[in-house]
């Protein structure tokens, strides 16, 4: 019987075939019994008029052992080397409690290069970690074109779930079928980017929020990248994702090492809510570096309220009005350092503006702090604008090719953080910042994309990534308890890579209720609530200039790291009290949104988005009715997760104040409440109102 390597997790199994090169045989349910019979029982036929053998599709595919699919690796010692062809020279694997581990290295002689490839699968959420390491062994430079994570797929998996969006638009999702061929996304942006989020779910046909066998992969990346998912002609499927390299990016010296990122995976036989539970727990227990008992504070973020608008006995006026209502953290946004009267300069002069903080920013700081609250501060390090003193003193620090103008973004170019002097600088500027003043929070934001991004000639994506994480780690280690928001003019830098050294996102630049119903439902597979920034706006959306009353911004903004956008001293007294109403709210519920089971309910009507959270006691469940529903009378809600046998009493929490219009009476049960087993919860379900559109409900389970 060949050799064979099974990893086990709470629910799923690897089995790997160690052949030349390790293959995997099965990834998914788990199973218990690897014997010859098993494996005799998946030996494939050979086809006629194809090549003799049968010829595996391994970890690293590869075009000179003759398979005829995107290979794993590409590159080349000026023209030769071309069509490696790997030999295994030695595996391992390390069983410990939380994970299980296969460590495999092969060789290929003939063009002097070494391949690591290493798979962990997470005992507790069954998310499977893999990453390829490749050594250059040989006495000339190797240019790496592509090296990239391949899994296979089985042949049910046909129907693909995929990210697409721009600017105040992320993570809107579309579903394609897949029988022959490839999907391809390509993110050429230098950034992880709002139009191709580095993650898809691939499952049977049909797979739903709540049923269906269905695979989820992100790549943890805040570069390019490039996924892709093939259907061979012989019906094998397999996903395959790496760093987009551009032309010379990579080449390897004499005994240099390039890593890819870290690819995860995961598979679940319950559909989509299968995977954002497994990737939530794995976020939780292995990416954030957050004490997980640690409350995640209200915001209140100034940007929308004043803009470059900075006046110190103002903002004093905002953050009384922000305490008020209940906010425990307040931001300064963009407009504090000097000059920064527009977005056409000064980013790069990270010094306090002392025309418009004539005290210092302390007095600013000191008052927030007696409210009660923390103090935030909003930077963009990695930027610079043309008008600033910055650019004046060192125009050779931009990340640029010379001899090309390149086109602006936001009236503002990218630093090259490869250049040690610059670095040093930005390290210097922000250390000054977290030292001098009580700052307790950054919004870290990263406002364009790269163009031409060249150091000393070569593409510099890779190195420019590298070098912004090293940036924060620095920080960190000095300041470790600052946290840090990942912003990027919104959802531009959302990856697991990134939120390995900060604490949350801000979602998008798009505070419409209605837009953040699909922006935070799509982003929630992979992200659990807590590090999905989302702030309650003014009735007038700025984005969008669509009106929502309270309730749908309130109940929108409560499924997350919840915080207030807006000018609190002119907001009506009305809207304050709504908006303390939320947060009072979110307060109540928050350990529970922010350590539950996210989950969203299957709806035959598309008008209706219900979600929730749950942990063994409670559920708290939103039913938001995005349009006009499809029926005159809304299906019953079919709870799910519940325990049969227990008792619930179900409550509502929340309701539209606004009048009712398509409604002359409401199910009798919302008057007082009712108790009912989590059986007929889950059989029967609940009759619910009939909601206007644009609007939300929030229905409480606690069991008896
Ligand atoms: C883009 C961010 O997404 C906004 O929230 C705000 O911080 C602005 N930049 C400030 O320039």
Redesign the pocket.
């Known amino acids: 019987m060949p050799k064979t390597i099974h990893l086990t997790s709470n629910n799923s199994s690897l089995v790997l075939k160690i052949g030349d090169m390790p293959e995997v045989l099965h990834w998914g349910r788990r199973i218990h019994t690897i014997d010859a019979d098993l494996l005799a029982s998946m030996e494939r036929a050979v086809s006629q008029a194809r090549l003799d053998t049968d010829i595996p599709l391994t970890l690293c595919p590869e075009s000179g052992r003759g398979l005829f699919s995107a290979p794993g690796i590409e590159g080349h010692r000026v023209g030769k080397d071309w069509a490696p062809v790997f030999s295994l020279v030695d595996s391992s694997v390390e069983n410990e409690l939380t994970e299980q581990r296969a460590v495999f290295t092969a060789t290929d002689e003939v063009v002097g290069l070494r391949l690591t490839m290493e798979l962990q699968l997470d005992q507790e959420t069954d998310v499977l970690q893999k990453r390829l390491t490749l050594t250059n062994i040989s006495g000339q430079p190797y240019t790496l074109n592509k090296l990239s994570n391949t899994l296979p797929l089985p042949s049910f998996a046909t129907e693909l779930m995929t990210f697409f969006g721009s600017w105040i638009r992320e993570f809107h999702t579309e579903r394609r079928d897949l029988m022959h061929g490839s999907f391809i996304q390509e993110n050429r942006r230098g950034r992880t980017s709002h139009e191709n989020f580095p993650g898809l779910m691939v499952g049977s046909k049909g797979f739903s929020e709540q049923s269906g066998e269905v695979y989820g992969f992100h790549l943890g990346w805040s570069g390019n990248h490039q996924l892709r998912v093939d259907a061979k002609s012989d019906g094998r499927r397999f996903f395959q994702a790496g760093e987009l390299l551009l032309p010379g990016e990579m080449i390897l010296a004499v005994g240099e090492s390039y890593s890819t990122p870290w690819l995860y995976g995961t598979y679940s036989a319950e559909g989509l809510n299968g995977l954002s539970r497994r990737f939530h727990q794995f976020v939780r227990n292995e990416i954030l570096r957050f004490p997980n008992s640690q409350r995640r504070p209200v915001h209140l ?1 100034t ?1 929308e309220g004043i803009y470059f608008d900075h006046n110190p006995e103002y903002i004093m006026q905002m953050a009384k009005g922000a305490a008020e209502m209940g906010v425990e953290r307040f931001i300064v ?2 407009g504090w350092f000097i000059g920064r009267d527009h ?1 056409r300069a000064a980013l790069g002069d990270w010094y306090l503006d002392e025309v418009k903080y004539p005290n210092g920013l302390e007095p600013v700081i000191a008052k927030v702090n007696e409210l009660g609250m923390e103090f935030g501060l ?1 930077v963009e390090p990695e930027m610079i604008n043309k008008d600033s003193n910055l650019f004046r003193n060192h125009p050779d620090w931009l990340l640029e090719l010379p001899g090309y103008d390149q086109p602006s973004g936001r009236w503002q170019y990218v630093l090259n953080l490869q250049n040690n002097d610059c670095f040093n600088y930005l390290f210097e500027r922000l250390d000054h910042l977290l030292s001098r003043y009580n700052i307790g929070y950054l ?1 870290w ?1 990263m ?1 364009r994309e790269l163009v031409q991004p060249g150091h000393e000639g070569h593409p510099a994506v890779h190195g420019q990534t590298l070098a912004f994480y090293r940036l924060i780690d620095q920080l960190r280690a000095k300041h470790p308890a600052v946290e840090i928001e990942s ?1 990027s ?2 959802g531009g830098r959302i990856d697991f890579e990134v939120l390995k050294r900060t604490h949350r996102f ?1 979602a998008s ?1 798009c505070n419409d209720a209605l837009e953040r119903q699909t922006i935070q439902k799509g982003m929630g597979y992979f992200f659990p609530p807590e590090v999905i920034g989302a702030h309650i706006g003014p009735e007038e959306v700025h984005s969008t200039k669509r009106r929502h009353h309270m309730n749908m911004r309130g109940v929108t903004a409560l499924f997350g790291h919840m915080g207030v956008e807006l000018d609190p001293v002119k907001e009506s007294v009305e809207q304050k009290q709504g908006m303390a109403h939320y947060i009072a709210l979110h307060k109540t519920f928050r350990d529970l949104i922010h350590s539950g089971i996210s989950f969203r309910l299957d709806s035959t009507d598309p008008t209706r988005n219900i979600y929730g959270v749950r942990n063994d006691d409670e559920t708290l469940l939103a039913v938001c009715q995005t349009a006009m529903g499809s029926y005159t009378l809304p299906e019953p809600v079919r709870f799910a997760g519940l325990d049969p046998q227990r008792r619930y009493r179900v409550t509502v929490v929340d309701m539209p104040t606004a009048s009712f219009q398509l409604m002359k009476s409401r199910p009798t049960w919302m008057e007082e409440g009712v108790t009912l087993s989590g059986d007929t919860l889950m059989a029967i379900g609940l009759s619910l109102p009939l909601l206007d559109p644009e609007s939300a409900m929030l229905i409480h389970l606690q069991a008896q």
Do not use: A, E, M, R
């Open positions: 973020n940007w946004d963009d977005d909003w919004k934001d406002n912003c003019s919104g801000w630049d």
